[in-house]
Nanobody
Framework: QVQLVESGGGLVQPGGSLRLSCAAS????????MGWYRQAPGNQRELVAA???????NYADSVKGRFTISRDNAKNTMYLQMDSLKPEDTAVYYC?????????WGQGTQVTVSS
């Protein structure tokens, strides 16, 4: 059973930074693409960034140049460094791994960008 646990969310002022972490159970994590998604109230869940097992990355246009996704396979952990945060980045952030046809999600961590 795959378990994902996010941490690192919180309240930050516009222009500030946060670093999210996603800890995964089991060593199977390292073989699959993982991603960060977010969902704001009234909106659909959207992909923020993804990283393959070998470290290739892609980002939503809205976060390019501000967010950086990374992973440490030895620690079974994925990260999202978020800089130059904007109020429109406010959402619940979820980490995801898709194994074969199954999607696994963490419980989410709230990020609020407000002055």
């Amino acid at each position: 059973q795959v378990q994902l646990v996010e941490s690192g969310g919180g309240l930050v002022q516009p222009g500030g930074s946060l670093r999210l972490s996603c800890a995964a159970s089991g060593s199977i994590f390292r073989f699959y693409t993982m991603g960060w998604y977010r969902q704001a109230p009234g909106n659909q869940r959207e992909l923020v960034a993804a990283i393959t097992s070998v470290g290739s990355t892609n980002y939503a246009d809205s976060v390019k140049g501000r967010f950086t996704i990374s992973r440490d396979n030895a620690k079974n952990t994925m990260y999202l460094q978020m800089d130059s945060l904007k109020p429109e980045d406010t959402a619940v952030y979820y980490c995801n791994i898709k194994i074969v046809a199954l999607n696994y999600w963490g419980q989410g961590t709230q990020v609020t960008v407000s002055s």
